[in-house]
């Protein structure tokens, strides 16, 4: 067990991230302590053996950015002594990295002093550096296109799938048994998009993304209900990309992509994960590698020249070679877009009960595999475009969005980036709304289905306080 002693507690957080990274099957317990002098003081052990320690000068309230900066910083270079390990994104523990180097770039920086900037203040590596200001350089010219002062995205949730996955803690709901229910769901879906028909018809809306769950979970008549009320109610004429995430190769079929078609989806997702049948069975997905690669030549036929998949990195059981077998499968169906996750151990999701009981060592997400990937996706043509972090993510890597030319996902920039309002209807989603000035205000939806549906007013009321 860590116990981390602090005299300032509002660096819980960022230490808890930072002590997981270099020991994540251990618990974090933090205490609170005082300083006679007034300088701040971490005092950090581990079975009752002290591993850091710092005094420096309290200047929080002066400069907290700089201030929490050099904390890490200090304690970042004790462990790495200790341990002999380097985190790849130093002592970065936020979701979007990227950030840092567009704002750097935006400051007038060159691309060299971006880099230098990541690997001074944060510690990033050479390569992890490099990355987030290739990513940054490319999200520049997507942002670039969008109406970020007076537009919007707009993400429709369908929090149904077949089957619960092992590592998810999304919200999901068996769609057998909630099948007789989901007619009055998109029923409360309209309604939301009725309030945004009527408050939003001033703004430009540049992206949709119908996001899960497994939107393919949904009838074709369903799917054409849906997204026909949204061509009929919202204003489409500047709309630069309709996604759906149709996710699990089960729940695709012929008609559901005509359907899709017919109504101007122009991308869309099938993912296996892996490409390993045992795999695919132990995860709790109820496909086989032949239905994935059915359902993606299926997409093909249909006319989808946009197809994203997604893979992850480090599953239980996986090795490098499952990976390298992964990606060499892949690589004969070129998708457009390939994202390849590194896996995130989350709290709600079965895995985490599952490593509880058979050890984190089971679990082996390397930069090696990451490496893999990226090779692959430059052999397909694909470059990274879009990145962002998870906590307790495995390896303290990332996830990578790799794209052909012109077949970027717009809508993960706009949301990963959070440079304009997203606007989230259905249960279990969160609207952002980002304002002139940049701050970032949220509401959420209930994740509870029934109590979403059943409140389906107070969630648009939501939405009018947060836009009011």
């Known amino acids: 067990m860590i116990i981390a002693k602090l005299t300032r507690p509002n660096m819980q957080y960022d230490m808890n991230a930072l002590l997981k990274s270099f020991y994540p099957p251990e618990d974090v317990v933090m205490e609170d302590i005082t300083s006679e002098d007034g300088d701040f003081i971490a005092d950090i052990t581990l079975d009752g053996e002290r591993i850091a320690y710092v005094k420096m000068a309290d200047t929080m309230d002066e400069d907290k950015s700089a201030f929490k900066n050099e904390l890490r910083r200090q304690i970042y270079k004790q462990l790495k002594e200790l341990t002999g390990r380097e985190l790849p994104w130093g002592i970065l523990n936020g979701i ?27 510690l990033a590596s050479d390569e992890k550096a490099r990355l987030a200001v290739q990513i940054a350089e490319r999200e520049r010219k997507i942002i670039s296109g969008l109406h970020t002062d007076d537009g919007y995205s707009l993400y429709i949730g369908i929090p149904f799938c077949p089957t619960t996955c092992l590592y998810c803690s999304f919200t999901s709901y068996p769609i057998g048994q909630w099948k007789n229910k989901v007619d009055e769901y998109v029923t409360c879906l309209t309604k939301e998009i009725d309030y945004i028909a009527e408050n939003f018809k001033d703004k430009t809306l540049d992206t949709i993304y119908v996001g899960g769950g497994t939107p393919t979970t949904l009838e ?20 630069q990309e309709l996604t759906v995430e149709s996710g699990r190769p089960d729940s695709i079929t012929r008609d559901k992509l005509r359907a899709m078609k017919k109504c101007g989806v ?11 049948d045992k795999t695919l069975k132990f995860i709790g997905r109820h496909h086989t590698v032949a239905q994935y690669v ?5 997409a093909r036929e249909e006319g989808f020249d946009n197809i994203n998949t997604d893979i992850i990195l480090g599953l239980p059981g996986e090795t490098i070679d499952d990976v390298r077998h992964t990606i060499t ?27 509880r009981k058979n050890g984190l060592e089971e679990v082996k997400d390397t930069a090696e595999m990451m490496d893999i990937a990226a090779a692959g996706a430059e052999r397909m043509g694909l470059s990274p475009y879009y990145l962002y972090r998870q906590k307790n993510m495995s390896g303290s890597l990332e996830n990578v969005g790799f794209a052909s030319e012109n077949h970027a996902g717009i809508y993960n920039v706009a949301m990963m980036e959070e440079v304009q309002s997203i606007l989230a209807i259905g249960a279990g989603t969160v609207t952002k709304r980002v304002s002139a000035d940049g701050s970032i205000s949220r509401c959420d939806c209930h994740k509870d289905v029934e109590l979403y549906m059943s409140q389906i007013d107070e969630m648009i009321e939501r939405k009018k306080r947060l836009f009011r």
């Open 96 to 122: 979007r990295p990227t950030k840092l180097a567009v704002k750097e770039l935006d400051c007038g920086r060159s691309s060299k002093e971006a880099e230098e900037f990541m690997k001074k203040v944060y």
């Open 220 to 239: 074709p008549d369903q799917i054409e209900r849906l997204l026909t009320y949204v061509s009929e109610k919202l204003d489409l004429s500047h709309l």
């Open 266 to 276: 122009d991308r869309i997702s099938v993912n296996p994960q892996t490409m390993s």
């Open 294 to 298: 059915e359902a993606f030549n299926t």
């Open 329 to 355: 499968e892949i690589e004969k169906l070129r998708p457009d877009d390939l994202t390849v996750h590194s896996l995130a151990i989350k709290r709600a999701s079965r895995l985490q009960e599952w490593i």
